[in-house]
């Protein structure tokens, strides 16, 4: 394949993953996710089970991690509620340092999603 061909190619690969590429985080992913899910849920304020009838609350948040590793583009995908949402998506956003991916060794930004599952005490 000549050079040119592969050239072309890479841009193309680029111009796709930029703009519609949304990885959702698990185990072969750039990002520690185990990491990223304690620290964005560490010491938030949560509901009881009383309050929610549930034992665990989920959702999901989509983001984009940018060339420089800072977050934009964050959104709920899949709420919790509870006011919980909008405590992790300022903690989404104060995030600094992300890894950034790489794409034929050409830095990309890149969409995540990431579904979060928070376990309620008894109390």
Not at 63 to 92: H, M, N, P, T
Not at 117 to 122: A, P, R
Request: contains cysteine; proline residues 3%.
């Amino acid at each position: 394949m000549n050079l040119k061909k592969q050239i072309s190619i890479l841009i193309c690969l680029v111009a796709v993953v930029t703009t519609s590429y949304c990885q959702e985080l698990d185990p072969n992913s750039t990002l520690d996710h185990s990491v990223t899910k304690r620290t964005v849920t560490k010491d938030l304020k949560l509901p009881t089970r009383k309050e929610t009838g549930k034992k665990r609350l989920s959702g999901k948040y989509w983001f984009v991690v940018e060339l420089d590793g800072s977050l934009s583009e964050v959104a709920v995908k899949d709420s919790i509620g509870y006011g919980v949402d909008e405590q992790i998506v300022k903690r989404l956003l104060k995030a600094k340092n992300w890894k950034v991916v790489k794409v034929g060794n050409v830095p990309t930004r890149i969409a995540y999603e990431l579904p979060i599952v928070i376990e309620l005490d008894k109390k």
